[in-house]
């Protein structure tokens, strides 16, 4: 009898709703009495998203931090893989980092030691609605991080258009119509904060060997793309399912006569860990200003730092904006920066700085 773990991963840019997503499946899997295995890959030296899932869920995870498991951290996926599958969890999953190429993870699992140990059941990538459509200019110096962008939307079979809230349907239009552009075959779903049918998404997902899910296994369809669409296909309305025996694609097959460049994950992104010193503390104002004062493009920041009006609360900005969030974090806090033609020097010395100034206001 096949005994193959089923496994699901999670792909889409920085900020576009993974861990969100990850923490509805999680919860669902607790609710369906299942065990899973947690890998997540994380580029900073300091783990935030994994934080959040062990204080949301309470289930142990397997991390891969400071670098891209396509790239640096390839050689730890392996024995990282190896480890949770002693465990002998129930279900697999697996969050990538925001410059990750899911099809090699994909590959990866298709290969020995694991093709018959993984059962790759969902490939799921989410994209940002509201600025999924600057990415290759704002990128474009960048090409193989636009490449993997890419990539992520071509390498899945199920993709989620979050953050449906925060823009027009006319820019939703152009959004859909580019990720047909990429992928005439994935299913697609329109969600607000990840908001997916987490138990449909998982059924089955517990019984080991089960195939993937057929046409006829599930009622849940993708939303319609654009009938006048260019892209557009005569099946619109696609099941919420993986597709069975659909090769990889591992290249970027985005653009006609485009020279493939390898499959890099990204070059010009690097993250850097900013620790807040002991009893230091700040205000949510003075720590968007000097985000807002470093030179180069900030992508995502996150981390746990000491609000002087509101304690230790969870950081996070992504498209521009700040979410808080009260945390038990215990400690003095740091926040991770990623970001493109940053100076890690630079921003450290501003940010002692800050609480130097801060300090010498309130020593007499």
């Given at each position: 009898?096949?005994?193959?773990?089923?496994?699901?991963?999670l792909?889409?840019?920085?900020?576009s709703?993974?861990?969100?997503?990850?923490?509805?499946?999680?919860?669902?899997a607790?609710?369906?009495?299942?065990?899973p295995?947690?890998?997540?890959?994380e580029?900073?030296?300091?783990?935030?998203?994994?934080m959040?899932?062990?204080?949301?869920?309470?289930?142990?995870?397997?991390?891969?931090?400071?670098?891209?498991?396509?790239?640096?951290?390839k050689?730890?996926?392996?024995?990282?893989?190896?480890?949770i599958?002693?465990?002998?969890?129930d279900?697999?999953?697996?969050?990538?980092?925001?410059?990750?190429?899911?099809?090699?993870?994909?590959?990866?699992?298709?290969?020995p030691?694991?093709?018959?140990?993984?059962?790759?059941?969902?490939?799921?990538?989410?994209l940002?609605?509201?600025?999924?459509?600057?990415?290759?200019?704002?990128?474009?110096?960048?090409?193989?991080?636009?490449?993997?962008?890419?990539?992520q939307?071509?390498?899945?079979?199920?993709?989620?258009?979050?953050?449906?809230d925060?823009?027009?349907?006319?820019?939703?239009?152009?959004?859909m119509?580019?990720?047909?552009?990429?992928?005439?075959?994935?299913?697609?779903?329109?969600?607000?904060?990840?908001?997916?049918?987490?138990?449909?998404?998982?059924?089955?997902?517990?019984?080991?060997?089960?195939?993937p899910?057929?046409?006829a296994?599930?009622?849940?369809q993708?939303?319609?793309?654009e009938?006048?669409?260019?892209h557009?296909?005569?099946?619109?309305?696609?099941?919420?399912?993986?597709?069975?025996n659909?090769p990889?694609?591992?290249?970027?097959?985005?653009?006609?006569?485009?020279?493939?460049?390898?499959?890099?994950?990204?070059?010009g992104?690097?993250?850097?860990t900013?620790?807040?010193?002991?009893?230091?503390?700040v205000?949510?104002?003075?720590?968007?200003?000097?985000?807002?004062?470093?030179?180069?493009?900030?992508?995502?920041?996150?981390?746990?730092?000491?609000?002087?009006?509101?304690?230790?609360?969870?950081?996070?900005?992504?498209?521009?904006?700040?979410?808080?969030?009260?945390?038990?974090?215990?400690?003095?806090?740091y926040?991770?920066?990623?970001?493109?033609?940053?100076?890690?020097?630079?921003?450290?010395?501003?940010?002692?700085?800050?609480?130097r100034?801060?300090?010498?206001?309130i020593?007499?």
């Amino acid at each position: 009898m096949d005994t193959a773990i089923p496994a699901v991963w999670l792909s889409g840019f920085l900020g576009s709703g993974k861990t969100t997503l990850l923490v509805k499946l999680l919860k669902e899997a607790a609710n369906k009495g299942l065990r899973p295995g947690i890998l997540m890959n994380e580029l900073g030296k300091q783990d935030v998203d994994g934080m959040i899932l062990q204080e949301e869920t309470g289930f142990p995870i397997e991390k891969l931090l400071d670098g891209c498991v396509c790239c640096s951290k390839k050689e730890e996926l392996t024995q990282s893989l190896e480890t949770i599958l002693h465990t002998n969890p129930d279900l697999l999953f697996i969050e990538l980092t925001g410059v990750a190429n899911p099809a090699e993870i994909s590959e990866l699992l298709s290969k020995p030691p694991f093709k018959d140990r993984i059962n790759l059941r969902h490939k799921i990538t989410l994209l940002d609605a509201e600025h999924a459509l600057e990415y290759s200019s704002r990128f474009s110096a960048d090409k193989a991080l636009v490449q993997t962008l890419q990539q992520q939307l071509a390498a899945a079979d199920l993709i989620l258009v979050n953050k449906t809230d925060l823009v027009s349907e006319a820019k939703l239009s152009k959004v859909m119509n580019l990720v047909r552009k990429h992928n005439l075959a994935a299913a697609i779903r329109t969600t607000r904060y990840a908001e997916v049918d987490a138990g449909e998404l998982l059924r089955d997902c517990g019984q080991t060997g089960a195939s993937p899910l057929s046409a006829a296994d599930t009622g849940i369809q993708a939303d319609p793309v654009e009938k006048d669409s260019e892209h557009a296909v005569s099946t619109a309305r696609r099941p919420f399912h993986v597709l069975p025996n659909r090769p990889e694609q591992h290249g970027p097959a985005f653009s006609a006569g485009q020279k493939q460049t390898g499959s890099a994950s990204y070059t010009g992104v690097k993250t850097f860990t900013l620790p807040c010193p002991a009893g230091g503390s700040v205000s949510r104002l003075e720590l968007q200003q000097f985000l807002e004062t470093l030179q180069g493009q900030i992508l995502r920041a996150k981390g746990y730092v000491n609000l002087a009006d509101a304690g230790v609360c969870l950081m996070q900005y992504a498209g521009g904006r700040f979410t808080w969030e009260s945390s038990k974090y215990p400690g003095a806090g740091y926040v991770v920066i990623i970001g493109f033609m940053l100076d890690p020097d630079i921003a450290a010395s501003a940010w002692a700085e800050l609480f130097r100034k801060k300090q010498s206001q309130i020593t007499p």
